[in-house]
């Protein structure tokens, strides 16, 4: 597939995650991505790699086939009028994927196309994209199947993409988008517990991330539930079992159902 010129605005956490995936995976040629990234420290490493930098939205959008909508959303409510008018008078219409949390797609069009129409696909990412191994939901009931498609290509490479609806997308956010948050939080635990109880921090790391990449892969490939595998480890009166009750004692998951749920709430809150 043809993806044409991609324009990056913003290359901060996410927008450069994306970015460095899709350089390192050769998605498209460096000659065919630009960005609009006014913070030097953002934008130094990309330039050196041969990415075109444009110093404005009017010869930004002149150039774009494809937009990468990746600032915060409270820098769109304030930069959405300037981008409005440079694409007016860009007199071309080139298609948007937003990685914005909370900003609908009706919102994103209104306050970019005015006299225009714009087709606008939301997705949200996370992290690991960065290094091949994201996650990646494509929200397409209002974007053309043809659009839909070009996100799938852009991401396929350093993601595994999901496809779901508008509506579910605050969800993603807070399960995936943020969940690597919670699972870099569950590590540091782990390896703090580690050195309590008397191991180097460096062997507590390097048990903690193999244990971790082992469960995942269990689940993955046993066709059994957490709840099954879960079971399977815990011998009658042994450790595992008190652990577990220490665990529910400390309301493990009922806190990770509460940090998932503010995470949800939050990026309604943004799209407001």
């Not at 008078?89 to 009706?106: D, K, L, N, W, Y």
């Not at 779901?164 to 870099?184: H, K, N, R, Y």
Request: aromatic residues 6%; negative net charge; glycine residues 10%.
């Amino acid at each position: 597939m043809n993806l044409g010129n991609i324009l990056f605005l913003g290359t901060g956490n996410m927008g450069g995650a994306i970015l460095r995936g899709l350089l390192a995976k050769s998605v498209v040629p460096v000659s065919q991505i630009a960005m609009v990234e006014p913070a030097e420290s953002f934008a130094s490493d990309f330039v050196k790699s041969g990415v075109q930098r444009f110093a404005s939205a009017d010869e930004a959008f002149a150039w774009a086939d494809v937009v990468m909508l990746c600032v915060k959303p409270q820098v769109f409510k304030i930069v959405a009028p300037e981008w409005r008018d440079a694409l007016q008078r860009s007199g071309r219409r080139p298609e948007f994927i937003s990685v914005m949390a909370g900003i609908q797609t009706g919102i994103i069009q209104e306050a970019l196309a005015n006299l225009l129409t714009i087709n606008v696909l939301r997705t949200m990412p996370n992290l690991p994209m960065a290094i091949g191994k994201g996650t990646v939901a494509l929200a397409s009931d209002h974007a053309p199947a043809s659009l839909v498609e070009k996100g799938q290509a852009i991401f396929a490479p350093v993601a595994n993409t999901t496809v779901v609806i508008e509506s579910q997308l605050d969800a993603v956010t807070a399960l995936s988008g943020s969940g690597p948050a919670w699972v870099f939080q569950f590590i540091e635990g782990l390896v703090q517990a580690g050195v309590k109880v008397g191991l180097s921090r460096e062997s507590a790391t390097a048990m903690t991330l193999s244990t971790i990449e082992g469960s995942v892969a269990m689940v993955r490939e046993s066709g059994k539930s957490a709840a099954d595998l879960t079971a399977a480890v815990c011998s009658p009166g042994g450790t595992t079992i008190y652990g577990l009750q220490a665990l529910e004692e400390g309301a493990f998951r009922a806190t990770l159902m509460q940090a998932v749920e503010a995470a949800c709430n939050r990026s309604k809150e943004l799209g407001a």
